[in-house]
């Protein structure tokens, strides 16, 4: 965050931003109600990709614990967002992995989402491609209109993708991170991998 406008509040700390709204209620000795705490919950558990992601471990689960205790349904979380999956954007994932690339000698792994599938649900589509092993940076681009592709990036540790977003204008976390990018299908895909080969090294 490069401290934009008046005022900011920025915690390099935190795993989430429904983490800090969590902080909010804490000061202010306020407590969610169940539908708050389930959103809360929710957010922390996208956030951070199951809580395999994250600047701060101990303080994700902490906070995912306490929204727990405050009547967060964990397991609703879990199925609604990770496991139910209409069979429209299960054969989607099956076309995302058919179109997946492997570049670098197999250590960078690229698929996209066209046009005509931006309103399938794609939630959990990039933490899966990020479980290939020997893949060291996945990325899946999703075209949103013309010469526009909404981009999430996944590392498994070497290389901090928060860095390589930041250079296309985006950010996030160093294992997790995202960007937009317009141009060409083509040099959207090229300015990608080499951006992820040079932080290969």
Known sequence: N?????AAWVDETSNATCE?????YREYGRIPDESIALALYTGIMTDTGRFRYGVNGPRALATAAGLV???????????????????RSLKTFGEVLKR???????????????????????????????????AEVVILMTQKEDEF??????????????????????????????????????D????????????LG
Not at 20 to 24: G, I, P, Q, S, Y
Not at 69 to 87: P, R, S
């Open 188 to 199: 959207v895909y090229g300015k990608l991998l080499h951006a992820s080969v040079e932080a």
């Open 69 to 87: 205790q405050q009547g967060a349904d964990f397991k609703h979380a879990a199925e609604e967002v990770f496991y139910k999956k209409d069979i």
């Open 2 to 6: 490069p401290r934009f406008g008046d």
């Open 20 to 24: 800090l709204v969590a902080d909010l």
């Open 100 to 134: 997946t690339e492997v570049e670098a000698d197999g250590r960078v792994y690229i698929s996209h989402l066209t046009l005509s599938e931006t309103d399938v649900d794609t939630e959990g589509f990039i933490e899966t491609l990020a479980g290939i092993e020997d």
């Open 149 to 186: 592709f909404k981009v999430s990036l996944r590392s498994n540790g070497r290389v901090n993708v928060s860095d390589l977003a930041s250079g296309f204008g985006g950010g996030g976390h160093a294992k997790a991170a995202g960007c937009r990018l317009r141009g060409s299908f083509e």
